[in-house]
């Protein structure tokens, strides 16, 4: 909080004189907004353990990548096959006289179906990176609720950082904190 006599900084919408019609969001001192932050953090104090459970439950549900990786090395070897398709078409058409049309055509079919392949395969990689990034945000997100002493009295940029995404203001009133991990909580 502010020194006595301090003037505590003002939040406002970001597109608050946009447009023709303002926003009416209220703007928030830093200090209300710090105490809307110690009572979210206080309440998810309250509900740690049913919340940690839930945490986790949805970690392992929407991070695992045992499936997706079963089906990333079957892409793979269909890749495989594919491309030893294409060289072999490659190698016959050097090695026997053939109809150039009929060549391209069965060339740019395999190469085709390579490509279709590669797409699913890099899809599938990318999403296995991805699940990977929100494993460690939950990690993250479990370690920091699970340090929370038993009471927040103090407000800390630290914390702050570590549980919360963003903040709605509906209303001074009506204020939504959306944690690292997806959970909107109202202060």
């Known amino acids: ?9 003002i939040w406002q919408c970001n597109a608050k004189f946009k447009e023709k019609k303002h926003c009416r969001t ?3 001192t830093e200090d209300e907004i710090k ?4 009572r979210m953090a206080n309440s998810l104090i309250t509900d740690r353990g049913m919340i940690l459970e839930e945490l986790r439950e949805d970690q ?4 695992g990548t045992e499936e997706l990786e079963k089906e990333q090395k ?8 594919d491309a030893d398709a294409v060289q072999e078409a490659i190698a016959q058409n050097a090695r026997v006289a053939q109809d150039q049309t009929e060549y391209s055509v069965r060339y740019e079919a395999l190469s085709a179906r390579f490509q279709e ?5 890099d899809a599938v990689t990318a999403e296995i990176a991805h699940r990977g990034i929100r494993r460690r945000e939950f990690g993250r997100f479990i ?6 002493p038993e009471m927040v009295t103090e407000f800390s940029e630290e914390l702050w950082g570590s549980l919360v995404d963003h903040v709605t203001v509906h209303s001074k009133d009506n204020i939504v904190f959306t944690l690292t991990n997806g959970m909107e909580i109202k202060a």
């Open 26 to 28: 209220p703007h928030l």
């Open 143 to 148: 370690h920091s609720l699970e340090a929370l």
């Open 1 to 9: 909080m502010q020194p006595a006599g301090a003037v505590s900084p």
């Open 117 to 121: 392949t590669k797409g699913k395969y």
């Open 74 to 81: 079957r892409l793979a070897e269909q890749m495989n096959v």
């Open 60 to 63: 392992a549900l929407l991070t």
């Open 35 to 38: 105490v809307a932050f110690l």
